[in-house]
């Protein structure tokens, strides 16, 4: 069965430090999707990335980075120079195609506390 | 502005009684989904739709209900049946109810049984 794995409950750090976030992914599937949402305290879930199975390379956006690793079912994701602004729950998620339906399959997300 | 609408913002039910939520979306998205989040278990499929008129279970679809009579709507109703309903409900939507396709959520209800 697939699973997604966020071992870090919640993160405190101070303005200006890197970050990384973990996630782990358990799937049987070669074809599938990770992603990366961010939950602000207003609530909803904002899309951050998407990464197919296929392609490994990182991803760099900004201060925002992405660590893909098959080899290791891994999915990172770093902050760098974190700001208070970057304070937020953040899901990574997984998707497969299972019998011509489609899941989201989430972690259980890390808190992000990012201090003046 | 295009977005994903759900009201109320807080609802708070008697035990017994049946509640509905109401998400709105008028992206033109296919596919409509509805999640459960807990505190420390990340978020739960409920129910999602593909297309008008369709839709299936997911993973904790039991003591809710859905239907999907207009491609914008998609209310859930939480039923008595449903023994533990106090949580944070959020729908979503994509444009194609396939995994490479990202979801777009509403704000959220926090449903409270008083």
């Known amino acids: 069965a697939q699973k997604v794995t966020q071992a870090q409950t919640e993160i405190s750090v101070v303005e200006k430090e890197d970050v990384t976030l973990d996630c782990v992914y358990e799937?049987?599937?070669?074809?599938?999707?990770l992603f990366w949402y961010k939950q602000p305290p207003s609530g909803e879930l904002v899309f951050l990335i998407r990464?197919?199975?296929?392609?490994?390379q990182n991803e760099i956006s900004g201060r925002y980075s992405w660590n893909f690793q098959k080899s290791t079912s891994s999915f990172n994701f770093t902050i760098t120079a974190s700001q208070v602004v970057d304070s937020a729950v953040y899901f990574c998620?997984?998707?497969?195609?299972?019998?011509?339906?489609?899941?989201?399959?989430f972690g259980s997300g890390t808190r992000l506390l990012v201090r003046p | 502005d295009g977005g994903i609408t759900q009201s109320p913002k807080y609802l708070f039910r008697k035990e017994g009684q049946n509640v509905t939520l109401s998400c709105e979306q008028n992206?033109?998205?296919?596919?409509m989904y509805w999640y459960r989040q807990d505190p420390g278990q990340g978020l739960r499929l409920i129910y999602y739709?593909?297309?008008?008129?369709?839709?299936q279970k997911g993973d904790i679809a039991e003591g809710y209900s859905v239907s999907r009579e207009k491609k914008e709507s998609f209310p859930l109703t939480v039923t008595s049946a449903q023994k533990n309903p106090t949580a944070f409900y959020l729908c979503?939507?994509?444009?194609?109810?396939?995994?490479?396709?990202?979801?777009?959520f509403g704000q959220g209800t926090r449903l409270t049984v008083v």
């Open positions: 979503a939507s994509s444009l194609l109810a396939q995994m490479n396709t990202e979801a777009f």
């Open positions: 799937t049987r599937d070669t074809t599938y999707y």
């Open positions: 990464r197919n199975s296929f392609d490994e």
């Open positions: 998620a997984l998707s497969e195609d299972m019998d011509s339906s489609y899941k989201l399959i």
């Open positions: 992206l033109n998205h296919d596919a």
């Open positions: 739709s593909q297309i008008v008129n369709d839709f």
